[in-house]
């Protein structure tokens, strides 16, 4: 289900307030899943988990659905990476979420923005993509309204095709 390498994010409290962090499933073994340092998402601190902190773990299984199981963090593991282990329960005891109708996956993309009105083409990247739509980064005094017809052209890299979608 939860596969190395994958991005898993830890949501846990700490003086009384919901704090979030992200990190990397480093080794999935004896029942415990290790897991490179987590960094806060808001503040992009190393976060230190304490012994028995309890934590909900999110991640995005292959078959690219969300999925949340409880757990409690088991101790450090020092090695070439420092680690934290965690508990991991049964596969039943995980379970699936659906925040979004489409999954959004994050995807730093070259963009070119063309306006419907074809004036003020620009570059810029896009900050995730999913199925539903795309998140562009904007900078300068670039804004758009619900409804506002936009052309993208999106560079995918290892590609060499062009793919045109209007939205």
Do not use: C, W
Not at 16 to 41: F, H, M, R, T
Not at 116 to 123: L, P, S, T
Not at 127 to 148: E, K, R, T
């Amino acid at each position: 289900m939860i596969e190395i390498g994958d991005t898993v994010h830890l949501e846990y409290i700490e003086e009384n307030q919901l704090k979030i962090a992200k990190s990397k499933a480093v080794s999935i073994e004896n029942g415990e899943l290790l897991i490179a340092y987590p960094v806060d998402v808001h503040t992009g601190r190393t976060v230190i988990l304490h012994h028995d902190t309890e934590v909900t773990v999110e991640f995005v299984g292959k078959d690219e659905v969300p999925y949340r199981f409880s757990s409690r963090m088991k101790g450090k593991v020092k090695d070439k990476l420092q680690m934290i282990r965690l508990e991991v329960p049964p596969r039943e005891k995980m379970k699936r979420i659906q925040r979004r109708q489409y999954v959004r996956t994050d995807a730093v993309l070259d963009v070119l923005v063309e306006p419907a009105d074809e004036k003020d083409k620009f570059h810029t990247l896009s900050y995730n993509i999913s199925a539903g739509g795309i998140a562009l980064i904007l900078v300068g005094d670039y804004s758009f309204q619900h409804g506002d017809t936009l052309r993208l052209f999106i560079s995918l890299q290892e590609e060499e095709k062009t793919h045109q979608n209007k939205g």
